[in-house]
């Protein structure tokens, strides 16, 4: 387990914006929370981006990143919050396009269907696929994990593979916590399935939101002078630090009732707590991304 002494509580991301280049900022849960768009949070990363430096958005959105840039926008998220956008959904299509003519079983909402335009891919029954493309639960706002039990039997009798198109467990919408892609690829690996995670906290994305960001700044970019912003811990810090990035952890996020005080405040005793329990700690926290 870490140790959370390190961690400094921050209020804003001033102070730190000169020792960053680059800023790999998680969405859902820290430029909006499914409702609506958090203005501080995106005048934060519009300033940094005035003072010459460079954001990409890196989510766990199991759709195209051109589908993810069109519901900010419904949001009123600040345009100029941030140069590129790389999803979970742009890795799964290149996990797609590596299986070219084989069929697949989509499970998720309709919502997702984008991940599939223009691929070489049959969409077909459970019972007739090759594989299993999960972006989440079919009714996302009533479903549970355990509502898939038998479906996820059958796939393991059949030996299927899995590709999770989110692996966040739960995401914030307002007040509630749904449940993720991630949490039904969660109970296929307990029953010893084979699964491939195409989002945070592995390094595919990573590696294609740095690349993005060095193509767009046209240098390479240091991972000491790289941050990585997120509120979940499984996801956005622990695969951050794993990447060897400096992390700055969101506490109003789906974590919020671990770590904030009964008036929406970071508690520094609990944070620490709850921290020490973690395989990673973040570098720092803040409690709403601010400037």
Same mark, same amino acid.
């Given at each position: 387990?870490?140790?959370?002494?390190?961690?400094?509580?921050?209020?804003?991301?001033?102070?730190?914006?000169? &020792?960053?280049?680059?800023?790999?900022?998680?969405?859902?849960?820290?430029?909006? @929370?499914?409702?609506?768009?958090?203005?501080?949070?995106?005048?934060?990363?519009?300033?940094?981006?005035?003072?010459?430096?460079?954001?990409?958005?890196?989510?766990?959105? +199991?759709?195209?990143?051109?589908?993810?840039?069109?519901?900010?926008?419904?949001?009123? !998220?600040?345009?100029? !919050?941030?140069?590129?956008?790389?999803? &979970?959904?742009?890795?799964? /299509?290149?996990?797609?396009?590596?299986?070219?003519?084989? /069929?697949? *079983?989509?499970?998720? +909402?309709?919502?997702?269907?984008?991940?599939?335009?223009?691929?070489?891919?049959?969409?077909? +029954?459970?019972?007739?696929?090759?594989?299993?493309?999960?972006?989440?639960?079919?009714?996302?706002?009533?479903?549970? +994990?355990?509502?898939?039990?038998?479906?996820?039997?059958? *796939? /393991?009798?059949?030996? %299927?593979?899995?590709?999770?198109?989110?692996?966040?467990?739960?995401?914030?919408?307002? &007040?509630? %916590?749904?449940?993720?892609?991630?949490?039904?690829?969660?109970?296929?690996?307990?029953?010893?399935?084979?699964?491939?995670?195409?989002?945070?906290?592995?390094?595919?994305?990573?590696?294609?939101?740095?690349? &993005?960001?060095?193509?767009?700044?046209?240098?390479?970019?240091?991972?000491?002078?790289?941050? !990585?912003?997120?509120?979940?811990?499984?996801?956005?810090?622990?695969?951050?630090?794993?990447?060897?990035? @400096?992390?700055?952890?969101?506490?109003?996020?789906?974590?919020?009732?671990?770590?904030?005080?009964?008036?929406?405040?970071?508690?520094?005793?609990? %944070?620490?707590?709850?921290?020490?329990?973690?395989?990673?700690?973040?570098?720092?926290?803040?409690?709403?991304?601010?400037?």
């Amino acid at each position: 387990m870490s140790t959370a002494t390190a961690t400094g509580i921050i209020d804003g991301l001033a102070p730190l914006a000169g &020792s960053y280049d680059v800023i790999l900022c998680d969405v859902w849960g820290v430029l909006h @929370d499914g409702i609506k768009a958090f203005p501080e949070a995106g005048d934060a990363l519009a300033r940094f981006r005035q003072a010459g430096g460079t954001v990409v958005l890196i989510t766990n959105a +199991p759709r195209p990143h051109t589908i993810v840039r069109g519901m900010l926008e419904r949001l009123n !998220a600040r345009p100029d !919050a941030w140069d590129a956008i790389v999803t &979970s959904g742009d890795v799964t /299509r290149g996990e797609i396009a590596a299986r070219a003519g084989e /069929r697949a *079983f989509h499970l998720g +909402p309709a919502r997702d269907l984008p991940v599939f335009e223009g691929l070489d891919v049959t969409l077909t +029954p459970e019972e007739d696929a090759d594989y299993v493309v999960c972006t989440g639960l079919f009714d996302d706002d009533n479903d549970t +994990p355990d509502d898939y039990a038998a479906m996820l039997r059958g *796939f /393991r009798t059949r030996e %299927l593979t899995m590709v999770c198109a989110n692996p966040d467990l739960v995401v914030e919408r307002g &007040s509630d %916590l749904l449940y993720c892609a991630g949490a039904v690829a969660q109970a296929y690996e307990q029953l010893g399935g084979a699964t491939i995670y195409a989002g945070k906290p592995h390094a595919p994305i990573y590696d294609r939101a740095i690349a &993005s960001a060095e193509a767009i700044r046209g240098e390479a970019a240091p991972r000491r002078r790289i941050l !990585a912003i997120g509120d979940a811990i499984r996801t956005d810090i622990a695969g951050a630090a794993l990447a060897g990035l @400096d992390t700055l952890f969101v506490a109003r996020g789906i974590h919020a009732a671990e770590t904030l005080d009964i008036e929406g405040r970071i508690d520094r005793d609990r %944070l620490s707590g709850w921290l020490a329990e973690q395989a990673h700690a973040p570098t720092m926290a803040i409690g709403r991304l601010a400037w």
